[in-house]
Nanobody, 127 residues
């Protein structure tokens, strides 16, 4: 079982950048698929981006494609989300999530398929 701690959130002007980090504990990190979700007040938690442990394949929701980049460093047991060209609608609490990888299965973007979550980090984008 891994534990997750996010950092890197903050206040940024529209068009600016932030890099979120998710530090994991546990020696089995390399066997976990990782993802970032976000949640704004009154809205459901939504998938933002994910990365597999086996091939490093990446997935993005359409609204962040070309602006956000997910990456992972298994040696540092950390996953990152580089966010560029931020928009006010990107403002939310961002959560890191992990689940044991399932080889041969399609990458699910459903929040309920992830069993481990961080506490979240706030991202605020001013217009």
């Amino acid at each position: 079982q891994v534990q997750l701690v996010e950092s890197g959130g903050g206040l940024v002007q529209a068009g600016g950048s932030l890099r979120l980090s998710c530090a994991a504990s546990g020696r089995t990190f390399s066997t976990y698929d990782m993802a970032w979700f976000r949640q704004s007040p009154g809205k459901e938690r939504e998938f933002v981006s994910g990365i597999t442990c086996s091939t490093g394949s990446t997935y993005y929701t359409d609204s962040v494609k070309g602006r956000f980049t997910i990456s992972r460093d298994n040696a540092k047991i950390t996953v990152y989300l580089q966010m560029n060209s931020l928009k006010p609608e990107d403002a939310a609490v961002y959560y890191c999530a992990a689940r044991i990888s399932r080889i041969g299965f399609l990458f699910s973007r459903v929040a309920g398929s992830f069993g481990t979550w961080g506490q979240g980090t706030q991202v605020t984008v001013s217009s």
